[in-house]
């Protein structure tokens, strides 16, 4: 079965700073990876997607990913953090189930709390 | 907001009661998900409708069942209501039932006394 980790559970960061949140997947044929983003009280919001091609994605609000195939990782990057960059981060893996359907995985979230 | 629209945003009621929390999915989209987000489990996946027809079955307890309507709303039944069933249960929604990307509603948060 498809599992997704996300090793960090918090990661406090300076407004300003780099940032890079991990995300390791298992997963036996090509993934479905996602990242998404949820502020208090709302629901999931996507960053962005990989199906396939160029392995540097980029999506909303200047965040980019990379998938490496060969560490099973897809690591979201964002070069400056801003102050409402303060959220819970999700990755997800979309794995096939019945009737040609594709499930998301998530990972149990990352907290990100940006420092003034 | 993002077009998935979920009622009630809250609901608090007492163990042994049933409840039933609402979705409706963005225009145009043909599935819908369900998902569970608790502090000890994370979000799981409860279960998927394509067009008025279950696809995908995930950890969904006995007690809990869902159905989507003729016109693509969907409603999640959760019965005789223990505490652990207090989280947030979020609906989604996509365009059709292989990989897509999911419009997430803005969840239902139910507490159970």
């Known amino acids: 079965a498809q599992s997704v980790t996300q090793p960090d559970i918090h990661i406090t960061v300076s407004e300003g700073a780099s940032l890079e949140l991990r995300c390791n997947y298992s997963?036996?044929?090509?993934?479905?990876l996602f990242w998404y983003v949820q502020s208090p009280g709302q629901g999931l919001q996507l960053l962005l997607k990989?199906?396939?091609?160029?392995?540097l994605v980029q999506g909303i609000k200047g965040f980019e990913a990379e998938f490496k195939r060969s560490q099973s990782s897809f690591n979201l990057r964002k070069p400056s953090v801003h102050w409402s960059d303060a959220a819970e981060y999700f990755c997800?893996?979309?794995?096939?189930?019945?009737?040609?359907?594709?499930?998301?995985?998530f990972g149990r979230g990352t907290s990100l709390i940006v420092h003034p | 907001d993002s077009g998935v629209t979920q009622t009630p945003k809250h609901l608090i009621t007492a163990t042994g009661q049933r409840v039933t929390l609402r979705c409706s999915p963005r225009?145009?989209?043909?599935?819908v998900y369900w998902y569970q987000q608790s502090l000890d489990q994370g979000l799981q996946f409860l279960i998927q409708?394509?067009?008025?027809?279950?696809?995908a079955k995930g950890n969904i307890l006995e007690r809990f069942s869902a159905q989507q309507f003729p016109d693509l709303h969907s409603e999640l039944n959760l019965s005789s209501l223990e505490l652990g069933d207090s989280a947030l249960y979020f609906c989604?929604?996509?365009?059709?039932?292989?990989?897509?990307?999911?419009?997430f509603g803005a969840g239902s948060r139910l507490t159970v006394l």
């Open positions: 989604a929604s996509s365009a059709a039932s292989g990989a897509n990307v999911l419009t």
């Open positions: 997963y036996g044929a090509t993934p479905y």
């Open positions: 990989y199906f396939s091609g160029d392995t």
């Open positions: 997800a893996v979309g794995a096939s189930a019945s009737g040609g359907s594709y499930i998301p995985t």
């Open positions: 225009s145009g989209d043909l599935s």
């Open positions: 409708y394509y067009n008025g027809e279950e696809r």
